[in-house]
């Protein structure tokens, strides 16, 4: 009784765990969502992603560490890592990066200031070029 008991608590703390690394991976991507913008529609992709591959970890843990038998605690464990990340450390993390952001971003846009000149550079050669070309095209 008392090694079913152990394993029962060993899988709620596994599954407790699992809540908190599935949130902060969460922040991760909140995190790179607020550095670079993204259209409505790569938003909704990231997610899938998201949910796909937690839907992935959720099963494969209850399958390695339950024998993919679906146990209410295990869900219970994961949801309360959820929330209790999200009250405490989410908050936290997401406040103080808020406020780094607009600083990493000039960090950024300073390192990537040649490269966008660079690109510029060559849109604009580009440009000239098929300028170039339909004029061509059009005397023959």
């Avoid at 259209?39 to 099963?59: G, Q």
């Avoid at 600083?103 to 440009?127: D, I, N, Q, S, T």
Wanted: proline content about 2%.
């Amino acid at each position: 009784m008392a090694g079913l008991l152990y394993e029962e608590l060993t899988l709620f703390g596994i599954c407790f765990a699992l809540g908190i690394a599935l949130a902060f991976a969460y922040d991760v991507i909140r995190i790179f969502r607020l550095l670079v913008p993204h259209a409505d529609i790569v938003v909704d992709l990231e997610d899938l992603l998201f949910w796909l591959v937690t839907a992935w970890m959720v099963f494969g843990t209850l399958f390695k560490y339950n024998q993919g038998a679906l146990r209410g605690y295990a869900f219970i464990g994961m949801f309360a890592g959820v929330i209790i990340y999200a009250l405490t450390l989410s908050r936290l993390i997401m406040y103080i990066v808020k406020k780094m952001v607009p600083y990493w971003k000039k960090c950024f846009a300073w390192v990537f200031k040649p490269f966008k000149r660079m690109v510029r550079f060559f849109r604009k050669e580009l440009k000239n070029a098929q300028d170039e070309v339909k004029i061509a095209l059009k005397g023959r």
